[in-house]
């Protein structure tokens, strides 16, 4: 793991945002995923501002989504689709050349988690994987206790991620599963980008950096991955 200590969310995003350029203009033909969420935020808008600055060229590359609450489709309040689709994708002059957005509101769930990883391993492994961590460690929903050799699966949400949900969705939707891709896809990838600002997460990113490696903290997995950066502001990396 390669540390990254920022001043702040900004530098945090700025940082993140040209690690995972870097990595499309030595592979122009990648496959790239990005979270959704409060963290990555700033991340992907400032990845769009170099792609429409022609800093990075993603015409040859194809884009992925990491997760989804079971029963939301990219249109849906909340849904991490809809998050891809105007944080990043809707702001992008000129596209990547390809995007699978998971449909989380598929009426076939069991065939859309086949897709996912039917798509990654038609295109992958992916070539830059940007990941936020759960405040129970999780990376996309692969939740404490997570099976590491699982592809793209279906998973029941823990106490921890349900209890965080309330801020996305309030009493309105009360999702109980999540379809992600899989931790052997996350490990496949060429590099790893995790990124994490606040204080409140200072206590998971040293049980995840500096902690046992173990499926109770998912991202501590990310220990054994041989070309990983995480990327943290100085209130996150508190504890490290």
């Keep these: ?93 000129k596209p990547f050349g390809d995007v699978h957005i998971i449909n989380g509101a598929a009426a076939d769930i069991e065939s859309e988690r086949a897709s996912l990883d039917e798509y990654i391993a038609a295109h992958g492994p992916l070539t830059v994987s940007v990941l936020g961590i759960g405040m129970n460690g999780h990376l996309g929903f692969n939740e404490d206790g ?48 995790l990124i994490a600002n606040g204080a409140h997460k200072a206590d998971i990113i040293q049980q995840a950096v500096r902690g046992e490696v173990s499926p109770h903290v998912p991202a501590s997995v990310l220990q054994n991955h041989p070309n990983c950066y995480v990327v943290v502001d100085e209130a996150a990396a508190a504890k490290l």
């Excluded at 033909?29 to 990005?34: E, M, N, Q």
């Excluded at 590491?148 to 349900?162: G, Q, R």
Aim: include cysteine; glycine fraction near 8%; hydrophobic fraction near 40%.
């Design 146 to 193: 997570v099976d590491f050799d699982l592809n793209a699966h279906i998973i029941p949400l823990s106490d921890t991620t349900k209890q965080v949900m309330s801020k996305y969705f309030g009493e309105k939707f009360h999702p109980e599963y999540g379809i992600s891709q899989g931790i052997r896809q996350i490990m496949a990838a060429k590099t790893v980008i």
């Design 1 to 93: 793991m390669q540390i990254i200590v920022c001043k702040d969310y900004e530098e945090m995003s700025r940082r993140a945002a040209g690690l995972a350029a870097a990595c499309i203009r030595q592979q122009p033909k990648a496959l790239v995923s990005f979270p959704g969420g409060d963290t990555p935020l700033g991340m992907v808008h400032e990845f769009a501002d170099m792609v429409n600055r022609d800093e990075v060229d993603i015409s040859r590359a194809r884009y992925v989504s990491l997760d989804e609450w079971v029963g939301l489709s990219d249109k849906d309040e909340g849904a991490c689709g809809l998050f891809n689709r105007t944080e990043l994708l809707g702001r992008l002059k």
